[in-house]
């Protein structure tokens, strides 16, 4: 079996619904379908889901949302017209939720109603099964997904049956809709595919794959035709447009593979996601770089010396809010680098004045303005062109702040000023991967 999972763009209107049905008929192992709401039918519309969200505020404010949910209806019995469908289809589903978000059901249930009425009209024009993920998915306190939901779906899915799966949403323990705070859709469709125990997880796009680097830096960026798990877990970290760590785990612990395709382009071979790889023939499937760090220095004689020191020093910066997301080492000295955001309000030199006190110091240094990149491929270590990755950034006058080799058998971080993480970027992809 497949799971087959359809992003916004891909049931935007009754045109890309087509395509969608199309691809599913087009081969039968293609047994189940998870589906988002309608997203964009060009860069001036307006999602669903904000439009839903929108309706949940404006019922919190005390203001009628009647007007634009009349919009949000519209949508969709415009599709189910242009599909041929009966306009009036989802009426009482449409009335119903209308009712429940102006009576204060909350946000997470007015935002997943864009894929519920997506899932309900989708399986009325394919004669698919509807399947609720109130009933199916139970979502933790934590927002991690509770073991027995696998089994519950297993339950439902019989040999030779068609399904349609709304995406984004679960219940908590006490039955209220709950909404997936990342990763969205993307976590239904890994959800199902592992408690089906599918061949493959198919995720629809409308991109034909995962590029080797964002795509709005280096115009000509190849799509990465095999990448490993591990490879998205990292790549990720640094602000690659992929898959939510959240949004494979369910997949990965499985085994199961991969496939981001183009609903557009389905003949597209799009890219491969699989438990492991060898490197030898693509060393390196990706650079990127994510801004907005803030950097801690401090240094102290004999610092680690003193049993537990680093443990102390990162309770305190986490009773201040900040959690470092990598860091450096030297004989006496420790440096973090943090997203300035957690900073939120306050002054960066305060945090160097409060350590400096409190583990009496040497040295403490605290400022902003930097961003991290990354090269990424399991044969890493074993690309003749790594020797020249330092020389391609010194050549376009790019500070580097640090090269941070082996600590990631298939990383390399190289830190630089935010300011010209763009052209260090395209450097990397020029001496890399060009």
């Known amino acids: 079996m497949i799971v087959s999972k359809f992003g916004g763009s891909s049931v935007a209107d009754a045109d890309q619904i087509r395509k969608v049905a199309a691809i599913l008929k087009a081969d039968e192992n293609r047994t189940v379908v998870v589906v988002s709401a309608p997203g964009k039918r060009s860069k001036t519309d307006t999602k669903v889901t904000d439009m839903l969200y929108e309706c949940d505020a404006q019922v919190r404010r005390g203001v009628a949302c009647d007007e634009l949910f009349a919009q949000v209806a519209l949508r969709f019995t415009s599709i189910a017209k242009d599909l041929g469908l009966p306009e009036n289809i989802l009426d009482e589903a449409l009335a119903e939720v209308g009712h429940h978000i102006s009576v204060g059901f909350g946000p997470d249930y007015a935002a997943s109603r864009g894929e519920y009425l997506s899932g309900r009209l989708i399986a009325a024009y394919m004669n698919w099964t509807f399947l609720e993920p109130q009933d199916l998915v139970l979502i933790n306190e934590n927002g991690t997904v509770a073991d027995e939901t696998y089994a519950k779906i297993a339950a439902m899915v019989k040999e030779g049956g068609r399904y349609v799966f709304p995406g984004f949403y679960g219940s908590t323990a006490d039955g209220k809709v709950k909404t997936f705070s990342r990763g969205g859709s993307d976590i239904s469709g890994s959800i199902v595919a592992r408690a089906i125990g599918a061949a493959l997880y198919e995720n629809w796009t409308d991109v034909s ?11 000509d960026a190849k799509v990465i035709t095999r990448m490993s798990y591990r490879e998205v877990r990292e790549l990720a970290a640094v602000g690659f447009s992929v898959f939510h760590e ?6 990965r612990d499985a085994g199961i593979p991969i496939q981001v395709k ?6 597209d071979a799009g890219t491969s996601i699989v438990s492991s790889r060898e490197g030898a023939d693509d060393p390196i499937v990706g650079v990127t770089g994510k801004s907005g760090y803030g ?12 049993p537990g020191i680093r443990h102390l020093m990162e309770t305190t910066l986490k009773t201040l809010g900040i959690a470092p997301e990598f860091t450096l080492t030297g004989i006496d000295s420790i440096v973090w680098f943090f997203p300035i955001a957690q ?12 350590l400096t006190n409190e583990f009496a110091l040497d040295d403490v240094h605290c400022d902003s303005g930097y961003a991290i990149t ?3 491929g399991e044969g890493l270590r074993k690309s003749k062109r790594l020797s020249g990755m330092i020389g391609s950034l010194l050549e376009k006058n790019i500070e580097v702040e640090f090269v941070n080799l082996g600590a990631s058998p298939i990383t390399c971080l190289v830190g630089v000023p935010e300011t010209q993480m763009q052209t260090a970027v395209a450097a990397l992809y020029d001496s890399l991967i060009r």
């Open 295 to 306: 950097r801690l220095s401090v240094q102290k004689l004999l610092l680690f010396k003193r």
């Open 343 to 354: 900073v939120a309000g306050g002054s960066i030199s305060s945090i160097g004045t409060l």
């Open 209 to 219: 794959g995962v590029f080797m680097a964002d795509p709005r830096l280096i115009a």
């Open 246 to 251: 959240e949004a494979i785990a369910p997949v």
């Open 374 to 376: 990354a090269i990424t």
């Open 262 to 267: 183009n609903t557009n382009k389905p003949q």
